[in-house]
């Protein structure tokens, strides 16, 4: 049987409207549900400019295998992951995640600053622009996140995550989960992304109309919910909603306090998902944005009464081990998370 889907709130942040009160709801979502649809009216960032970076995705995954290859992810999260190299949930998964992904970190002066793939080199500054529009959008979020929680000062979380003030773990990643083949070996042990939360302060989430796949884990850690694409009410937007979700490093940050919710990618099947006009029969396509604070930044107390009084919630830490208080710096929390997915690339070179 099929799950009832995932009830997301969807806030718009794009407007001139009441900040405090838009603060405040995107608060309470952050705390209660860690997943939040962005509406996407075009403003922060254009439907053209979501259309040219799928595409740009398709344009990677379809590049010669050498050239991939020679771009091979290293353990500064920057590259290439081939196809079940990545594992995000050791604990339970038996292959990798069926998936490929391409990591592209911070550019410096509008250029990457990593090998890339000859095939997307006349492409670079389109990257670059998506990637700018992505972290402008992060400030903004950062800065309502701040108002929302009565931070003094407000813009404690963006001054944290400012590009000037230094280099940060932030990653521009593109997704290819190709379909399920009669051939495939192993279809039921196959996940397309093992269950996770993500690591960084928040991730913004680009998906595709009609392609099923993620979910999320319900509070209880009993049940997983689909979460569509097009939330009811989105239908005739522009572009489908940015799906903002926190990261362990914000949650961690907070207390634990805003909510880093675990989700998975997996094949629903023909038929299994709830969600309508969504499959998994073509190839599913995204994009992610994780956003993170400048690499040196202390993870200190956040100025805010409400963080403050805030006590930490034992069944989210159950669910979530790595919201728990431990690492001192945003680098050091990320390194810790990176060692346990691709456990092959530090099994080689240690
Ligand atoms: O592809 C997706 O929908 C989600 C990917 C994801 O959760 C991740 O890369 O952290
Ligand atoms: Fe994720």
């Known amino acids: 049987m099929a799950n009832?889907?995932?009830?997301?709130?969807?806030?718009?942040?794009?407007?001139?409207?009441?900040?405090?009160?838009?603060?405040?709801?995107?608060?309470?979502?952050?705390?209660?549900?860690?997943?939040?649809?962005?509406?996407?009216?075009?403003?922060?960032?254009?439907?053209?400019?979501?259309?040219?970076?799928?595409?740009?995705?398709?344009?990677?995954?379809?590049?010669?295998?050498?050239?991939?290859?020679?771009?091979?992810?290293?353990?500064?999260?920057?590259?290439?992951?081939?196809?079940?190299?990545?594992?995000?949930?050791?604990?339970?998964?038996?292959?990798?995640?069926?998936?490929?992904?391409?990591?592209?970190?911070e550019f410096i002066h509008g250029k990457a600053d990593q090998p890339i793939p000859a095939t997307i080199a006349p492409y670079e500054s389109q990257i670059n622009d998506f990637g700018e529009l992505c972290?402008?959008?992060?400030?903004?979020?950062?800065?309502?996140?701040?108002?929302?929680?009565?931070?003094?000062?407000?813009?404690?979380?963006?001054?944290?995550?400012?590009?000037?003030?230094?280099?940060?773990?932030?990653?521009?990643?593109?997704?290819?989960?190709?379909?399920?083949?009669?051939?495939?070996?192993?279809r039921e042990a196959d996940v397309r992304a093992g269950a996770h939360s993500d690591y960084g302060s928040m991730t913004l989430l680009f998906r595709l109309k009609g392609q099923a796949g993620l979910e999320i884990l319900s509070q209880d850690g009993k049940t997983w919910a689909p979460v569509p694409v097009v939330p009811p009410g989105t239908e005739n937007d522009p572009s489908p909603p940015i799906l903002l979700n926190i990261g362990d490093l914000l949650s961690y940050w907070t207390n634990g306090l805003l909510r880093s919710t675990v989700h998975r990618v997996v094949f629903p099947g023909p038929g299994k998902t709830s969600v309508e006009g969504e499959?998994?029969?073509?190839?599913?396509?995204?994009?992610?944005?994780?956003?993170?604070?400048?690499?040196?930044?202390?993870?200190?107390?956040?100025?805010?009464?409400?963080?403050?009084?805030?006590?930490?919630?034992?069944?989210?830490?159950?669910e979530n081990p790595y919201a728990e208080k431990k690492v001192l710096t945003a680098d050091e929390h990320l390194q810790m998370r990176l060692k346990a997915s691709y456990l092959q690339l530090y099994k080689d070179k240690e």
């Open 135 to 186: 972290y402008k959008l992060c400030l903004k979020i950062n800065t309502l996140l701040g108002i929302g929680l009565q931070v003094s000062p407000p813009d404690f979380f963006t001054n944290a995550h400012l590009r000037e003030k230094g280099a940060s773990g932030t990653i521009l990643r593109f997704l290819r989960y190709p379909p399920h083949t009669e051939t495939d070996a192993d």
């Open 4 to 105: 009832k889907i995932a009830k997301i709130p969807v806030i718009d942040i794009s407007g001139e409207g009441d900040q405090e009160q838009i603060a405040r709801d995107l608060v309470e979502a952050a705390i209660e549900h860690g997943f939040i649809y962005i509406k996407n009216t075009g403003k922060d960032i254009p439907a053209e400019a979501v259309d040219g970076a799928f595409n740009l995705g398709r344009t990677i995954f379809k590049a010669p295998l050498s050239e991939k290859q020679a771009c091979t992810i290293q353990k500064n999260n920057r590259g290439w992951s081939a196809m079940q190299y990545e594992t995000l949930d050791p604990s339970t998964q038996r292959v990798g995640d069926f998936k490929e992904a391409f990591n592209f970190g």
């Open 279 to 318: 499959t998994d029969s073509e190839p599913r396509y995204s994009i992610a944005f994780f956003c993170h604070p400048v690499a040196t930044t202390p993870l200190e107390p956040v100025p805010s009464e409400r963080v403050r009084i805030h006590k930490g919630d034992a069944q989210a830490k159950q």
